[in-house]
Every structure is written in C-alpha cells, then in structure tokens.
C-alpha cells in the first residue's frame, strides 16, 4: 500500500467534501465503490494496461478518502498495488485540479455590526458561535470581545489603505525626515510644554514611562483602555529580566512577586506524521527560554505605581486622536472616552507604544509598515484540566499538532501560570496581504474547536480567566535605517517600531532585551535636546542577527491563494529544530534569544542545506526572487556587522568610557552617535553554556525524567 496524493482542502465543511467526491467526482477511469470518507476506484480487469498480472492480494484499486482535523478537511489517495493504476497520473492530476476548482481558499471577513442596536454577542453569534459561547463565560468577555472586533477593524484598515493612511501627525516644520507627516500650522504653541515625555499605550509604554520617570522626568502616560489591562500575558527568561533590576526599575525581592510560574523545561516539537523520516525530529528543550510567566496585570500596576511615586501622570480611558510638531515641542489633542471630553496637551517628546494599531506607525511608513504578522489568540485558563493532562512543571514553546490548515500552518503555545493556570494560545506566520489581511475572530472560533484537539480537555468544564490576543508584526530589515521608527519630537518602540521579525519573541522581549540601551540613548538625547529626527532615528532596537532570521518566519507562511503540500512547513520546521535538538543547549538558547553569531548562523545554515537538499527549492517557492535578494541585503549586512563589531569590540567601550566626560558636553550629537554604535556592536551576543546554567541553575534536567506525552 502506497500513498500517491495528500491535499488539504481549505474547508471545515468535510461533509461537502465527501458528497463532492461520491457524487460529482468522476474519475474518467474505473469504477468507483463507496465508502464512509470517500471511495474506493476499481478496474474490471485483474491485469494492468501493461499486462502485468496483479496479485489478488493486492487488487487493482485506489483508495480516496478525507478526514477532518483543525477545521480542516483532508484527502489523501493510496494504491494498493506496487504497479500504477492504469491512468494513474491524469487521475491523480484531475482531481487535484476539480477539488481545487470547487474548494478554492476563502477569506472571510467579520460582518459590519451596529452596536447601538445590538450586543457585540447577538452581532457575532451568527458568524462565530463557539467564539461567542466562550467570551460570554468570560470576566469582561463582551468588553474584550468588543476590542479584538475592534482591533481586527483596525488591522484590515490600515493593510487595505496603506498608502493613504489616516493622517495623525502634523508638523509646522513642513515634514522633515519622515514620509507621509504633513504640514499644518493650526496648531502652534509658544508657551512651555507641561512634560518631557508623552507615551501613547500602557502597556510596553508603561515600563519604559516608569524607567523615564523614575530618572527624573516629568511623563504622562495616555492609555485608550483602563489602565493595567492586557490583551497578552508575558513570558521571558531570568537572564532577560534582570535588566529591570540593574536598571534600578525593579528590587530582586520585587521581581519575584510578579513571577507568577517560573518551569523546569519548554518543548518545541512539530507535527512530523506526514514527514519523510530523515525529516522528523525529537523535541528540542529549551529550559531557559520564556520559562518565567509573569503576572502581566500586577507588573503593569506595579509600573504605574512607581510612575506616579516618581511624578508622573496616568490618562486611561483616552485616545490619542492627533499630534501637532513645531520647533519646539509637540501638541496632543486626545479624547476622554467616558466623558467623551477633548483635551489639548504638551510635551517636548511624544513616544508612540500603540503597538500593530498604531497609525502613526501606519503613517510614518507608508506603505511598508510591516512586511509580516503573526495573528495570534488564546485564553488564561485558572482551571479545568484533568491532572494527567499536563504537568505545569512543563511548558511549550513552539508546537504544531497538524499540517496547514486552510491556508495557515497553526502554532501552539503553553505557559504555566500561578496554581493551575494555563496561558494558551494560537497563532501563525502571515504575509501582510490586502486580500487576507489575517483575522483574530477566525482565530478563535479554530481556538475553542481544535483546543481538545491538541490538550485533552472538556471545553465546559474549563474556567476562562481572560482572553489574550493581538496582532505581532514583523518587519523584514535590510539594515538599520531600513524601518522610519522618529520624526522631530516623535519616536516608536516595541511591536509600533516592529523592529523585530517574530520567531518567538513579540515586542516585550524586544524591548525587554533593548531596555539599557533605549533608556542610555533617550536620556542622552533628552539632556542636550537632540530631539530631531536625525538624531532620534539612531534610538532604535534594531539587531543585524534579528533581521537575518526573517527568512525563517517567510518560510512558515503560505502565501495567500497558493497551496501547498500540506507538510511542507512542517517538514522544514523540523529540519531546523532537529538541527538545534542536536546541538548544544546554549546553541539553541542563544539562536531563539536573538544571540546568534555569524558563524553559528552559517553552520546551521549549511548542516540545514546537507540534511535537506530541497530546503533550498522550497524557500525559493515560498520567498520568491524579490525577497530572496532582500534577504540577501540582511545577510550581507550582517557579515559587515560582524566583521565591524570583531574589530571595535576589543577596544571600543574602553575608549568610550575614557572621552565621555569631555566629549559629551562638547559634542553630544558626536556622543549619541557613538554610544548608539557602541549598544549595536554589543547587543545580540551569545552566551556560553556556562551563563545559560547561571542563569538557571536547576533548569537543566535529565530528559528522562520528562514525563509529558503530546
């Protein structure tokens, strides 16, 4: 018996599917016979065309059937015999082109609801009823649900008008340094500006707000929701968050309050049934990576907290509506949401911490916002697992327990949290596509029908705590003035920068990871008022060995209307993570923390090309020439960056250190430019497998003593 054909058909509709393929299907050769999932294709004769006798314990026949998975269909074809069926290939051809004639990708969109007229519940229940089901036994369920309809609106407008996005930013000085910013003189201030700093977003803006402030600085915080509420929970390593505590924004005895969970393992293994076997992989364990669950809301109301303590100002319930830039600072107009109140406000900088929403990301880069986006959604859960179905020692990092789904390859992931608590969610890698933007709302209604699928569970008896969800961009960077992340008085951070391009990361490893250098650079700026676009576009979390790995997250999207053999990203996910598996642990902790090296890079990335030939043809089909050869501008930048930072990180800080007390007043511009290279050459560097163990002491555990089965 032979498999000769696996399709996905981009349908959760199987029953469709199967009355298609016993009832309209015709084969145009034999006949068939039906069967529960499909049929059976016989010929009359016990020979083939060519004569050659068939045993008559392997007949003549094909077997066609589907079967459903991740609100999916799927269609496999065997043989039964070593000969092929006679015809076997136009067969084989025909039904691969009616299926795909009859079952095209759809993208469906959220319906236009009117809100004064009905419940965010009564708008959607139609559309997605498990959705509706679940965020109705949810603490603020039509509220939140209320805000991923929201966001999703949000997302489709920016991506489907990017290149006249809606104008936010206005500046007296005609637009200098940044596309899209307009000249506007209606509003120009000459009286002194109330602060030095305005964020916009609580929740990245909130940490950094309360680093600024805590350094001096008079900062307002402007946050549309109430203020400590998430969308996400955040996980991050020990050895990641111990720049809150050097930083001075955190006490170690502080730190360990908002450590809800912090695990023994994390796990990353992806669905290799369909996988030939030199592409299957172990699972790769990764002790050190996200293995702290923070309490997200205690840790924001713990930012906001000493924000206020050190004099800074909290706005919640307030949307920024726009931002007027002159000479000498700039001018915010927001709107208090309850009140429905205008107010006008000023500062000597603004900070943008909207994240994917953000329209001033939106307008400042045009076109080109973002390259990618990981569409992503799940739910805290205090409890309702039975005890043998996960052990909350454990957790994953990156799993798949499929093949593409309708267009998707779907990824889990599991966090434990305090108690019984588990943080889930669900995502994918997505090209930003006008057609298909990417929906949150699809997301979840594959979220609450496939969750027993992948975690043993009564979906009833379970107990919802909050739903997490979010749009993670990513931004494919040729070199580091590549993404528009300032203008005068303006600058972005976190996922609103999207400097990074997700692998595992989001915007608050990001920024957790940049933090010293975000804080050093901007209060730099801010004490000589170099707050220009020239100077502000050199703050930036941006790293070389980050935007090299943007082919592997290209490599994890389907582009939109193409099909693929449904393990294709699989089958390279594999390649890849079998390759980590292998190595040593601080290999892997460093490649997935944005340590890599050059040189580690280009190992892996030949040994990678060895062990899978067709690696190569396949990123080809899926990146296409355009982004190849701007791929091939990061990995070129990158080897510069290398070789600069081998010859200046030996003697460089030194040097630093020595000039700084008479350079700085004497040149700051000169200064800030140096101490922006000296953070580039430094950030990113890897770890020895002495400093990871450091890090985490008892995290490194016997594999044996692994007792959860996927």
């Not at 060519?50 to 999916?72: C, D, H, K, M, Y």
């Not at 930083?247 to 969970?261: C, D, S, V």
């Not at 994953?396 to 998707?408: C, E, P, Q, W």
């Amino acid at each position: 018996m032979r498999e000769i054909l696996y399709l996905e058909v981009p349908t959760p509709d199987i029953a469709t599917v199967r009355n298609w393929l016993q009832t309209d299907f015709e084969p145009g050769n034999g006949e068939k016979v039906l069967t529960s999932e499909g049929f059976r294709l016989q010929i009359p004769t016990a020979t083939t065309t060519a004569g050659v006798a068939i045993s008559e314990n392997l007949p003549a026949e094909l077997s066609v059937f589907v079967w459903s998975v991740q609100r999916t269909t799927y269609l496999k074809v065997f043989r039964w015999a070593e000969q092929p069926f006679p015809n076997e290939g136009q067969i084989l051809q025909h039904l691969t082109k009616e299926i795909r004639s009859r079952f095209p990708h759809h993208y469906p969109e959220p319906p236009a609801i009117d809100l004064s007229k009905q419940s965010i519940f009564a708008a959607l229940g139609s559309a997605y009823p498990l959705t509706v089901k679940y965020f109705q036994k949810m603490p603020n369920g039509e509220y939140d649900l209320t805000r991923a309809y929201w966001w999703e609106q949000r997302w489709r407008e920016g991506v489907r008008n990017p290149q006249q996005p809606r104008q936010v930013v206005f500046s007296s000085q005609g637009g200098r340094g940044a596309g899209g910013v307009g000249e506007d003189k209606k509003i120009i201030s000459s009286s002194s500006p109330t602060y030095d700093i305005i964020y916009i977003g609580g929740a990245l803006g909130a940490i950094h707000a309360a680093l600024m402030a805590k350094l001096g600085y008079k900062v307002l915080l402007v946050e549309r929701m109430s203020f400590g509420r998430m969308n996400r929970e955040w996980n991050i390593s020990r050895d990641e968050i111990q720049s809150l505590v050097n930083l001075g924004l955190l006490t170690p005895t502080e730190l360990e309050t908002i450590i809800a969970r912090e695990y023994k393992d994390g796990f990353n293994k992806f669905f290799d049934a369909n996988n030939p076997s030199k592409l299957r992989s172990p699972v790769l364990h990764t002790p050190t990576v996200l293995n702290l669950g923070l309490d997200s809301e205690k840790w924001l109301q713990m930012c906001g907290q000493k924000l206020q303590a050190a004099g800074g100002e909290i706005w919640d319930e307030t949307e920024f509506i726009r931002a007027d830039i002159d000479i000498s600072q700039v001018t915010l107009k927001v709107k208090h949401l309850p009140s429905q109140v205008e107010k006008q406000v000023s500062g000597r900088l603004l900070i943008d911490a909207m994240g994917t929403a953000s329209p001033i990301a939106w307008q400042l880069n045009g076109g080109r916002a973002f390259d990618s986006v990981c569409p992503t959604v799940g739910a805290a859960i205090e409890s309702g697992f039975e005890p043998q179905v996960w052990d909350s020692q454990y957790g994953d990092v990156l799993y798949s327990h499929g093949d593409i789904s309708r267009g998707r390859q779907l990824i889990w992931e599991l966090f434990p949290g305090a108690g019984d608590e588990l943080t889930i969610y669900l995502f994918h890698y997505h090209e930003v596509n006008a057609k298909n933007p990417g929906s949150l709302l699809e997301m979840y209604e594959d979220f609450f029908t496939i969750l027993p699928e992948y975690r043993r569970c009564d979906m009833d008896k379970l107990v919802w705590k909050k739903p997490t969800f979010g749009y993670i961009p990513g931004h494919f960077s040729v070199g580091s003035s590549d993404r528009t992340v300032a203008f005068d008085r303006l600058i972005a951070i976190g996922d609103a920068a999207s400097l990074q391009s997700p692998l595992v990361f989001t915007g608050f490893g990001s920024l957790v990871r940049n933090l010293e250098r975000l804080t050093t650079l901007l209060d730099t700026a801010l004490k000589h008022d170099l707050l220009s676009f020239r100077h502000l576009n050199q703050i930036r979390a941006y790293q070389s060995n980050v935007s090299v790995t943007w082919l592997f997250s290209k490599g994890m999207m389907v582009p939109t209307g193409k099909f693929l053999p449904p393990q294709r990203i699989n089958s390279m996910l594999n390649t890849f993570f079998g390759l980590l598996a292998d190595e040593p642990q601080e290999v892997a902790d460093n490649f997935i923390k944005d340590r890599c090296d050059w040189l580690t890079f280009n190992r892996l990335a030949l040994k990678a090309a060895t062990k899978n030939p067709a690696l190569l043809l396949w990123i080809w089909e899926l990146a296409g020439p355009r982004d190849l050869v701007r791929w091939l501008g990061s990995y070129f930048n990158f080897g510069r960056h290398a070789l600069i930072s081998s010859l200046l990180s030996p003697w460089f800080p030194r040097f630093l250190n020595r000039v700084g007390f008479w350079l700085e007043p004497r040149n700051p511009g000169l200064w800030l430019w140096l101490l922006a290279i000296n953070y580039a050459i430094a950030t990113g560097k890897p770890r020895s497998r002495s400093q990871v163990v450091k890090a985490n002491p008892e995290a490194i555990i016997p594999k044996s003593e692994v007792r959860i089965s996927h």
